[in-house]
């Protein structure tokens, strides 16, 4: 029942890039299996999805599985279609895959990481996950506070994006 999706994003990143991405997003999203709202008031269930979410409703093992599954497909598609040439770089590609899970595909393609991926600046690409080129933090904020959880996410996915740089 779960390899559906699975395959799907497979087909999608690869086989390397899926398997990171299936254990790293969960890692900092969590799993409840309900809908609930987040601390900043946005309806989300399972592994951080806040698409079609029910608040209250209570989701199965297998309906969060297939959830985080299908929002990692969604977000690994905004991220191949803004910056192609990832395909071939696994580690890169699932750093710039939980990096849009989180801040969304739209904010992904318009953010410094995209355009330096797409000018091959890798490391560039990597450091502008969570540090300005004058060394502020960035994307470690949620309504103006810094959140230590995304501090720690955002030092994890440049360190996954620089692996084998």
């Not at 994003?9 to 254990?23: D, F, R, Y």
């Not at 997003?25 to 799993?31: I, M, Q, S």
């Not at 977000?75 to 770089?89: F, G, I, N, S, W």
């Not at 797409?118 to 994307?139: I, P, Q, S, Y």
Request: proline share 3%; aromatic share 8%; charged share 20%.
């Amino acid at each position: 029942m779960h390899n559906l999706p699975k395959a799907a994003l497979v087909s999608v990143v690869g086989t390397t890039a899926a398997a990171i991405l299936i254990s790293f997003v969960p890692k900092f999203e969590g799993v409840i299996h309900r809908g609930y709202f987040d601390p900043v008031g946005i309806a989300t269930k399972c592994s951080g999805d806040t698409h079609d979410v029910v608040v209250g409703k209570q989701y199965s093992a297998a309906e969060c599985w297939t959830s985080l599954n299908q929002q990692l497909l969604a977000h690994a598609e905004d991220v191949l279609r803004c910056t192609p040439d990832l395909k071939d770089h696994p580690n890169q590609l699932a750093a710039a895959v939980s990096f849009a899970y989180n801040i969304g595909g739209h904010n992904y393609c318009a953010s410094t990481t995209a355009k330096r991926f797409n000018k091959h600046d890798w490391k560039g690409a990597c450091r502008a996950m969570n540090e300005a080129d004058d060394g502020r933090a960035l994307w470690v904020t949620s309504h103006g506070t810094v959140l230590s959880g995304l501090v720690r996410r955002r030092a994890e996915e440049r360190a996954l994006c620089e692996r084998g740089l």
